[in-house]
Nanobody, 123 residues
Framework: VQLQASGGGLVQAGGSLRLSCAAS????????MAWFRQAPGKEREFVAA????????YYADSVKGRFTISRDNVRNMVYLQTSSLKPEDTALYYC?????????????????WGQGTQVTVSS
């Protein structure tokens, strides 16, 4: 599985961005998908994860109510809609995938990673 993240950018606090992640392969619907982020000098942290069908979503407390994860199993895409962005959301955002039925929230559990897309929120 190859993952390609895009959609990052520079935005003012309170703004929004839609991150996208394109996945290769014909078994996308068998993948649990997730977004993680890593700020300079900090460990990679969980942001959101989504079940294979998209019916179950999990969010970090820090983004709950502001971010929405979704997927399109026809287009092999996963999205992270962000809103009410804060300077502390500034990070490199990664999409991740794993062939599993369990929605996982720990980075070490994921097998496949995209290259990351930078989100910078100015105050």
């Amino acid at each position: 599985v190859q993952l390609q993240a895009s959609g990052g950018g520079l935005v003012q606090a309170g703004g929004s961005l839609r991150l996208s992640c394109a996945a290769s392969g014909r078994t996308f619907s068998s993948l649990v998908m997730a977004w993680f982020r890593q700020a300079p000098g900090k460990e990679r942290e969980f942001v959101a994860a989504l079940s294979r069908s998209g019916d179950r979503q999990y969010y970090a407390d820090s983004v709950k109510g502001r971010f929405t994860i979704s997927r399109d199993n026809v287009r092999n895409m996963v999205y992270l809609q962000t809103s009410s962005l804060k300077p502390e959301d500034t990070a490199l955002y990664y999409c991740a995938a794993k062939y599993t039925v369990v929605v996982l929230t720990t980075s070490r559990d994921y097998e496949h990673w995209g290259q990351g897309t930078q989100v910078t929120v100015s105050s």
